[in-house]
T-cell receptor, first 110, second 115 residues
Framework: TQLLEQSPQFLSIQEGENLTVYCNSS?????LQWYRQEPGEGPVLLVT?????EVKKLKRLTFQFGDARKDSSLHITAAQPGDTGLYLC??????????FGAGTRLTVKP | GAVVSQHPSRVICKSGTSVKIECRSL??????MFWYRQFPKQSLMLMAT?????????EQGVEKDKFLINHASLTLSTLTVTSAHPEDSSFYIC???????????FGPGTRLTVT
């Protein structure tokens, strides 16, 4: 059973467009991580958010943690083909129970 | 960031044999490690949580006698796929929980092919 609902599952956009990926749960997270994974490799940690309402920026990526710590979003501005990949959110529950969303497969066309 | 290694990166074995995959945290100690399985174009599926010095906790539907996990030290966990079958072919990924307990760092994965 997925504790995290991640959407959309697939996203195909043109270079230069903006996009947002969402991650929602009915439970409160201790922390939430966003990962990016390329084919044949392990996921790479992009960011960890811990505090409700927290916003973190990583170049063109903006990560937001909901005030109630039950949801998060990833916004990419002016997407580039190099952003193509599988984006995963993962919520940490009870300090050692980490669950992943289903993932968002992003394709950015040149 | 923290580094987790996984060995081997690829393995091909015959049906009925056993395969051991190692997961090491290289620059930090990890009391908790996780083992995942990933099918093509899908997200990660948690198989088990490995705690140093104690028995692993398996997710529902994962056979503990088939997927043996040993976490003998703070930097090493192993997953042994016993009596492998073609349906066990998959991408297996381990991760280690940071000392702060908030972040997971992933290994590069092991591609297992059972012929």
């Amino acid at each position: 059973t997925q504790l995290l609902e991640q959407s959309p599952q697939f996203l195909s956009i043109q270079e230069g467009e903006n996009l947002t990926v969402y991650c929602n749960s009915s439970s409160v997270f201790s922390s939430l991580q966003w990962y990016r994974q390329e084919p044949g490799e392990g996921p790479v940690l992009l960011v960890t958010v811990v505090t409700g309402g927290e916003v973190k920026k990583l170049k063109r990526l903006t990560f937001q943690f909901g005030d109630a710590r039950k949801d998060s979003s990833l916004h990419i501005t002016a997407a580039q083909p190099g952003d193509t990949g599988l984006y995963l959110c993962a919520g940490l529950y009870n300090n050692n129970d980490m669950r992943f969303g289903a993932g968002t497969r992003l394709t950015v066309k040149p | 960031g923290a580094v987790v290694s996984q060995h081997p990166s690829r393995v091909i074995c015959k049906s009925g044999t056993s395969v051991k995959i190692e997961c090491r945290s290289l620059d930090f100690q990890a009391t908790t490690m996780f083992w995942y399985r990933q099918f093509p174009k899908q997200s990660l599926m948690l198989m088990a949580t490995s705690n140093e010095g104690s028995k692993a906790t398996y997710e529902q539907g994962v056979e503990k006698d088939k997927f043996l996990i040993n976490h003998a030290s703070l930097t090493l966990s192993t997953l042994t796929v016993t009596s492998a079958h073609p349906e066990d072919s998959s991408f297996y990924i381990c991760s280690a929980l940071s000392l702060r307990g908030r972040e997971q760092y992933f290994g590069p994965g092991t591609r297992l092919t059972v012929t």
